[in-house]
């Protein structure tokens, strides 16, 4: 099989290390997309030069170079504005489960053994001929997640590539093709992953939860011990509720915030994980809103006007068939109409008993559903009780 990566840059390289002596082979995903049917977004070389003879071929023909990371053979050559990474041929020995030491080689299927999955593990020569050494087109045609060689071995070089291997899983991946001497495996070292990084489990898993199969790989990585490992707080008897919400939205923010009890635990999830301000808002909304299934529409626009975000509640109201609450906060927030300065001129005094006449003229707005208007709110300000209340 050649392969035929539809990008001119790609067969300029390849062709320029080679007519140099030097072996640069596209290598993993983009080998891998391409089979697929799919437009790579980029492009990694494998190469049997070490990094400075890389450097100093691409410096030769007028390439841009940057030393992107020497320690493990990684440099990056730059044409049309474009980085492609150019990796040197390694092994990888003493892997804790995060690092590895780096030896160079010259061998290209020794370099795919160290890979994480057979598809990944390819690579296309400057001909464009594939070199498949582990199966990964078989895989691919099945819809088959597979470690290269010993799963054991895998998985306990990078406990990462657990969640990988679920998020490949839901790209592609087909149940009734599952490795399960990779599964296995997985159950087996599930507790490894306590010694990544929260960024790197949050990083893989946000893609398995904004994945359109992602309720069945959470099932899977319940199952096998993964999500109590991460302390996922994910459960069997939440599926039904998740996949709900799974059609109306895909931000994994507000997916993984469905699956909390309350917006304090959300929050404490989040900050624990070190998730951005911005995630950490909409897991925390979603939350508040999926338990607070009794509150009317009214009480969902005042919590709008209030700063609620409306993006992440609207998808939790849509999926829990409270399609009236998510209508009233998709319509633009109502503007308080009074201002301070509208007190001081009808001669209120500035200071702390102005604050809290503003205060009650607001929650008198919202009981009247907004339709108190500024000249209703002066005349009142004195007389706050007689305002009619609808409640919330």
């Known amino acids: 099989m050649r392969i035929d990566f539809g990008n001119p840059n790609v067969w300029k390289l390849t062709s320029l290390y080679a007519r140099e002596g030097v ?64 990796t040197t041929l390694r092994t990888d020995s003493n892997a804790d489960g995060r690092w ?22 390819m690579s296309a020569d400057h001909t464009g001929l594939l070199h498949d050494y582990f199966g990964g087109v078989s895989d691919l045609q099945k819809g088959r997640v597979s470690f290269v060689g010993n799963p054991d071995q895998r998985v306990q070089e990078d406990y990462l590539r657990i969640l990988r291997l679920f998020r490949f899983r839901a790209r592609f991946g087909n149940t009734d093709f599952d490795d399960m001497n990779s599964l296995l495996a ?13 960024e790197r489990i949050w990083k893989e898993t946000s893609q398995i939860l904004a994945s359109s199969r992602a309720a069945i790989q959470l099932v899977s990585m319940e199952t096998l011990g993964v999500t ?19 059609q109306h939205t895909s931000d994994p923010a507000i ?6 009890d309350d917006d304090l635990s959300a929050d404490n999830f989040s900050s624990a994980w070190k998730l951005s301000n911005t995630d950490r808002q909409r897991v925390a909304t979603a939350a508040a809103v999926m338990a607070d299934i009794t509150r009317s529409p009214h009480y969902w626009r005042c919590k709008q006007v209030d700063g609620l975000d409306a993006g992440a509640a609207i998808p939790v109201l849509k999926a829990t068939n409270r399609v009236e609450a998510a209508e009233a906060i998709a319509q633009d927030v109502p503007v308080f109409p009074l201002l301070p300065r509208d007190l001081l001129a009808v001669g209120h005094k500035p200071g702390p008993d102005l604050g809290d006449q503003l205060k009650r003229l607001v929650k008198a707005w919202k009981d009247s559903e907004f339709a108190l208007s500024k000249s209703d709110l002066i005349e009142m300000s004195d007389d706050i009780d007689e305002v009619p209340r609808h409640g919330l």
Request: glycine content about 10%.
């Open 255 to 260: 997916l993984l915030g469905s699956l909390f």
């Open 23 to 86: 072996e640069a082979r596209p290598v993993g995903g983009a080998v891998r997309d391409r089979i697929l049917g799919l437009q790579p977004k980029d492009f990694d070389f494998a190469v049997d030069a070490l990094p400075d003879e890389v450097m100093a071929i691409a410096d030769r023909h007028g390439l841009r170079v940057i030393p992107t990371g020497l320690k493990h053979g990684t440099v990056t050559v730059v044409v049309d504005g474009e980085g492609y990474e150019f």
């Open 100 to 121: 590895a030491d780096v030896s160079f080689i010259k061998d290209f299927r020794l370099d795919a053994a160290r890979r994480d999955f057979t598809f990944n593990a």
């Open 186 to 198: 997985i159950k087996r070292h599930a507790g490894g992953l306590a010694r990544i990084s929260v």
């Open 228 to 246: 109590e490992a991460i302390g996922l707080p994910f459960t069997v008897s939440k599926v039904g509720q998740f996949s709900k919400l799974r």
